[in-house]
């Protein structure tokens, strides 16, 4: 399907917000499924990139991104008006269990992308939001004020002490949870790199708190086709592909080691 560019915003070196209008996809798609994008006419790079959905208001679609080589690079120079060639919606998105009160969502710089959505959906449900928000540096921690309009209480941590606690997000969660604190009726769910994902999932198994976890895999396909998105599942020899199965999963059944 085709989408039109709004705008495509700088927020701080190296991060964007692409605005699409695309009501297709604006009316179709859940929190924490995703889209593949061809960021270009040309045909380098051939493959399309996957990227979670960040925000749907209407019509209109947002897409949270960071430029880390030549296909973020050239949607880093779409411009409004621009057409876009959008695959999607993909992949199965988060779920709420019944009797859920509370979420504890933890973002790993870019990995707020798709928590956003996500804490739109369950601030409609009425859910208390606790948002851990980590990053390397100040620059890192995104989407702050978008997830305070949603009445989140926030919790931030930076690699560097350039602004919250001095240290991993992974730890305050930690703190978070060893407090005492209530955590009846809470779930977490999370998305950011693999070594945060691995530690929040055996948190939750520690403090038996039911935990999604959405993975960011490298993607040729994006629709079960090539194999190349697998995981090793938790039940030996198994894998899993993260496109077509994922990219949410419960936290157990993933091999994390
Ligand atoms: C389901 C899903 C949702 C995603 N959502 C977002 C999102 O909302 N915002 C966002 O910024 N990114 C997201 N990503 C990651 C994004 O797809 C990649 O950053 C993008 O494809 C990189 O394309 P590129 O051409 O710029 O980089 P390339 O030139 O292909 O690669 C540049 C470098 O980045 C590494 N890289 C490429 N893809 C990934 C990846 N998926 N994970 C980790 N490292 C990678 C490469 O190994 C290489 O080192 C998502 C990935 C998945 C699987
Ligand atoms: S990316 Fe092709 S099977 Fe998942």
Known sequence: MQANVLDNIEL?????????????????????????LKVSQAYDPLLRRPFSIHRVDG????????????????????RPGEALDVLGPL??????????????????????????????????QKIKLL????????????????????????????EDGTAGYSGRVTD??????SSGESTAATAVFACGPKGMLAHI???AERY???????????????????MGCVVKSSHAGDYIRVCKEGPVFEAARIAWA
Not at 137 to 150: G, K, P, S, T
């Open 131 to 158: 948002v851990f928000v980590g990053g390397k540096n100040r620059v890192d921690l995104l989407a702050l004020d978008d997830f305070r309009q949603l009445g989140a209480r926030l919790y931030l941590a930076t």
């Open 201 to 203: 999932a055996g948190l």
């Open 12 to 36: 701080a070196p190296h991060y964007y917000r692409l605005s699409l209008h695309c009501p297709p996809l604006a009316h179709s798609v859940k929190p924490g499924q995703f889209v593949m």
């Open 208 to 226: 038996v708190l039911p935990c999604q976890l959405s993975l960011d895999v490298v993607m040729a396909c994006g629709v079960g086709a090539c």
């Open 91 to 124: 992949g199965n998105g988060f779920g709420l269990q019944a009797g859920i009160k509370q979420a504890i969502l933890v973002g790993g710089g870019v990995g707020v992308a798709p928590l956003l959505f996500w804490a739109q959906e369950l601030g409609r």
């Open 172 to 177: 305050i969660v930690a703190d978070y949870l």
């Open 59 to 78: 019509e209109l679609v947002q897409i949270l991104y960071q430029v880390v080589g030549k296909g973020t690079k050239l949607m880093s120079q779409l």
